[in-house]
């Protein structure tokens, strides 16, 4: 058996890394030279906690290996980007740049497998641009012919730091086009998965993996508006919340400068833009944590206003604790129209990277360590909970004026 997968990114690396580590033979198919060199040097080109050892051992052992052609396979699991910005469509291109990739390749009887997150409605497009690419093969819900061919969507679920667990602990939900799609799909699932493959249709499948999300964001939303309306009442905002969380039946997330990564301020739009008039909550969701980086502008602005020469330091760049990923950053956005604004001096602080990032370049911010930020700085924000930050002690911080938006200092 032989499994190709198409997209060797965040999610297609390691999956195609754990089914070779069950010892199927594995594909992975990218369109990045770089990607597919560092891999077959049995190298990655993620950062993600084991993926290097995974990686290592799989390509050693002969079962996995990289290439830019796509190759026959009984299995084909398309794991790519679907990128969607406010205001536009969700952007199915790589989605159908992967089908026009393996449609020479394709023979009776595979399985093609959608994982990345899509739009309700993506994989029946998927299935359908497959058999205008073949005509000679028959897909599910194209024709009234019995189809020969399967096409599942199986949404990847892992979180970012913690892939590898996840990717074989977490249950699976299977989307098939048809009970025997699913049935094809579980067989490939249970070579890896430990969690439970519970079957749906495509287009709930689709679904639910934007209403986690969403459900995320609009809780994360929910716990943003609170912190605003505690500032206004003089209430701390992270006892309210443990208080309000005693209770058996209530579970508020935390508050922060913002949502950043590419899954949870992504994913609500697109149920938005399926439903643009009822999604009402799930936008206004959106919006509010859209917003947040703006109010905590405004609050260094105040608290630097109390300095004839602030030093502001920036704790954090990245999008969420103890990762080195700077993308749709909350954090990094935020120290960047900081310095745009030039009210002082600006010192940041991250110590998962040992460069400043292109987005800070050249605007006099200094990346320092946590101890040079604590002897200049006379304002301190505190934009992620990175392990370091929160061994912090009150006589670290007492001096200073403290605008914190993960709660670090809330008990001190
Ligand atoms: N955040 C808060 N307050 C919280 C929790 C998170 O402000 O209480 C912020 C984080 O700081 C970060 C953002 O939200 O900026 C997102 O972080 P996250 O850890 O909640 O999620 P991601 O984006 O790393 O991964 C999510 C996960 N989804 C859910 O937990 C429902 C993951 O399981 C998905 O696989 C992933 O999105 C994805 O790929 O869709």
């Known amino acids: 058996k032989k499994v190709s997968v198409i997209g060797l990114g965040y999610i297609g690396l390691p999956t195609a890394a754990v089914i070779a580590s069950r010892g199927i033979e594995v594909i992975g198919i ?18 993600e906690p084991d993926l290097d050892m995974v990686v290592q051992a799989a390509v050693t052992m002969g079962k996995l290996r990289a290439s830019l052609i796509p190759e026959p396979a009984e299995a084909f699991m398309i ?17 159908k740049k992967s089908a026009e990739a393996i449609a020479p390749v394709l023979e009776k009887g595979n399985l093609i497998i959608l994982e990345s997150t899509s739009p309700v409605g993506a994989t029946e497009q998927l299935s359908q641009w ?16 019995e189809p020969n061919m399967h096409v599942a969507h199986c949404p990847e679920r892992v979180l970012p730091g913690r892939v590898l667990e996840e990717l074989v602990s977490n249950d699976r939900i299977i989307g098939g086009m048809s009970k025997e ?62 208080l309000a969380n005693r209770h058996p039946r209530v579970n508020i997330l935390s508050p922060g400068p913002g949502v950043g990564g590419h899954c949870i301020a992504v994913d609500p739009w697109f149920i938005v833009d399926s439903a643009p008039k009822t999604a009402k909550m799930i936008r206004l969701a959106r919006e509010i944590n859209d917003n947040k980086p703006q109010y905590v ?7 630097a206003d109390q300095f004839k020469r602030p030093v502001i330091a920036c704790l954090g760049l990245a999008f ?6 700077l993308r749709e950053s909350p954090a990094l956005d935020i120290t960047s129209q900081l310095a745009e604004m030039n009210i002082g001096e600006l010192l940041a602080v991250e110590p998962n990277i040992h460069q400043l990032p292109e987005k800070l370049a050249g605007k ?28 912090l002690t009150i006589n670290d911080v007492n001096t200073k004026v403290v605008v914190d938006t993960r709660g670090l200092f809330a008990h001190l």
């Not at 990218?30 to 950062?47: F, L, P, R, W, Y």
């Not at 497959?130 to 012919?145: A, C, I, T, V």
Request: proline share 5%; with cysteine; hydrophobic share 40%.
């Open 30 to 47: 990218d369109v990045s030279e770089k990607a597919v060199d560092t891999v077959n040097q049995g190298k990655v080109h993620i950062v």
């Open 79 to 95: 794991a790519v980007p679907t990128p969607f910005k406010e205001g536009k469509k969700p952007d199915l291109s790589y989605i």
């Open 130 to 145: 497959l058999q205008e690419l073949r005509p000679d093969l028959s897909f599910p819900g194209q024709s009234s012919q």
């Open 181 to 242: 799609c699913s049935e094809k799909a579980i067989e490939l699932y249970k070579t890896f998965v430990r969690g439970e493959c519970i079957v749906t249709n495509a287009r709930t499948a689709e679904m639910a993996k934007l209403t986690e999300n969403s459900f995320r964001d609009v809780n994360i939303a929910f716990a943003n508006e609170l912190s605003i309306i505690c500032d206004e009442l003089k209430i701390n905002v992270w006892e309210l919340i443990a």
């Open 297 to 303: 502008i405004e609050k260094v602005k105040a608290a």
């Open 320 to 325: 969420k604790p103890d990762i080195d990923d």
């Open 364 to 391: 006099g911010v200094e990346l320092v360590s946590l101890a040079e930020a604590l002897e200049r700085a006379n304002v301190l924000l505190v934009l992620v909970d990175h392990k370091p930050f929160k061994a």
